[in-house]
């Protein structure tokens, strides 16, 4: 790492993470249902991998539980996005992409995960927790869009789902990780 060069650490997930047993079915296979169930009345925004939107794609406000519906609607379909330029086969349904969800920051007492001693070190995060981005007081907060005072996200989408090439928001080398549907790491 010294170097700045690519590094694969290995035994950081286990299964006391909370992501590796609810958002998983014992198949491997990600668990949608338990996000729908547990989750599904909050607001996020889903990508259409197939409608550009000048240099996104195109955006829409939907709760988690309607994406989960758009998630077995597309797996039920034969529509399959062809490339990343987003031309698919011509089906109707489009590709859902659930994107910039900020789970942790919505869901304090869910803690799907313990952040690696690796990566611990995250001073913008750290600041972010301290600093209210808003005005709304904590009782009012609770009727308005969650603080978006985070760069903790959950990213989801189906097979021959994606993102165009971007580079996060501040420029910085970010510590993600993509899993596909088959449990192979793509990023």
């Known amino acids: 790492m010294e170097k700045n060069k690519p590094v694969m650490l290995t035994g950081l997930m286990d299964?006391?993470?909370?992501?590796?047993?609810?958002?998983?079915?014992?198949?491997?296979?990600?668990n949608l249902q338990?996000?729908?169930?547990?989750?599904g009345s909050s607001k996020v925004q889903v990508a259409d991998c197939?409608?550009?939107d000048f240099t996104d794609q195109k955006r829409e406000d939907m709760l988690v539980s309607g994406?989960?519906?758009?998630?077995?609607?597309y797996e039920g379909s034969a529509v399959q996005c062809s490339n990343?330029?987003?031309?698919?086969?011509?089906d109707s349904a489009s590709v859902p992409y659930l994107k910039d969800w900020h789970f942790v920051k919505?869901?304090?007492?869910?803690?799907?995960?313990i952040t690696p001693m690796f990566f611990c070190d995250d001073w913008l995060n750290l600041y972010l927790d301290n600093f209210r981005m808003n005005t709304y007081s904590d009782r009012d907060q609770q009727n308005k869009e969650i603080c978006c005072s985070d760069y903790r996200f959950v990213y989801m989408g189906?097979?021959?789902?994606?993102?165009?090439?971007?580079?996060?928001?501040?420029?910085?080398a970010p510590k993600a990780l993509q899993i596909d549907e088959d449990g192979e790491k793509i990023r």
């Open 34 to 39: 338990f996000f729908s169930t547990h989750f």
């Open 106 to 113: 919505e869901y304090p007492d869910y803690v799907p995960y």
């Open 158 to 172: 189906v097979k021959g789902s994606w993102t165009p090439l971007h580079a996060d928001v501040f420029r910085a």
């Open 50 to 52: 197939d409608t550009r």
């Open 15 to 30: 299964n006391h993470w909370k992501a590796c047993t609810d958002w998983v079915n014992p198949n491997g296979k990600p």
């Open 84 to 90: 990343q330029i987003g031309v698919s086969n011509g």
């Open 67 to 73: 994406f989960v519906r758009l998630c077995f609607k």
